[in-house]
T-cell receptor, first 111, second 113 residues
């Protein structure tokens, strides 16, 4: 699986968009980008995933660059409840089982 | 019901004790997972069950013994643990093992004295 690189921490003002970057320069053509988050003292929560097109759901948007070497998770209007560790994971779809979590990005949303 | 439940929430045990962690889901998922998470570290996969059969054991010591009695239940039996086994133990499930969208429970915080 491709390795991912994320900044260790980021701050965001409440109500503003939070843009979390992820580099995955060695991603293969059949690997998807998955995002999970873990709020303090809770289990991880699946957010979104994508292959090459931009994706949006009720929680977030995922923007993947044309060369697929990086992506950005966007929380459009961050709230204090979005403070969490955000994990970017690259994985081949259809070969589940083994999610390998990196260190992630600690997002702090501040009022 | 889109929830994975885990009991107990907290567990303190001695090194000679035997205890069990329980995980339950009623989403009809056929893959279930155990992860271990040390403080300030990401979760690490321990075991995967697919259709009630052990699919992956990530070289976990035998003092951890998983069991999947039916498609909704996953247990983790603990015996002769060490203090370094103190961690948050997370259970997850997915539709089947080919799906990377996993649903996690809140975890059991284990302390080994």
């Amino acid at each position: 699986d491709a390795k991912t690189t994320q900044p260790p921490s980021m701050d965001c003002a409440e109500g503003r968009a939070a843009n979390l970057p992820c580099n995955h320069s060695t991603i293969s053509g059949n690997e998807y980008v998955y995002w999970y988050r873990q709020i303090h003292s809770q289990g991880p929560q699946y957010i979104i995933h994508g292959l090459k097109n931009n994706e949006t759901n009720e929680m977030a948007s995922l923007i993947i660059t044309e060369d697929r070497k990086s992506s950005t998770l966007i929380l459009p209007h961050a709230t204090l409840r979005d403070t969490a560790v955000y994990y970017c994971i690259v994985r081949v779809a259809g070969y589940g089982n083994k999610l390998v979590f990196g260190a992630g990005t600690i997002l702090r949303v501040k009022s | 019901d889109t929830e994975v439940t885990q009991t107990p929430k907290h567990l303190v045990m001695g090194m000679t004790n035997k205890k069990s962690l329980k995980c339950e889901q009623h989403m009809g998922h056929r893959a279930m997972y155990w992860y271990k998470q040390k403080a300030k570290k990401p979760p690490e996969l321990m075991f995967v069950y697919s259709y009630e059969k052990l699919s992956i054991n990530e070289s976990v010591p035998s003092r951890f013994s998983p069991e999947c009695p039916n498609s909704s239940l996953l247990n983790l039996h603990l015996h002769a643990l060490q203090p370094e086994d103190s961690a948050l133990y997370l259970c997850a499930s997915s539709q089947d093992k080919s799906y990377n969208e996993q649903f996690f429970g809140p975890g059991t915080r284990l302390t080994v004295l």
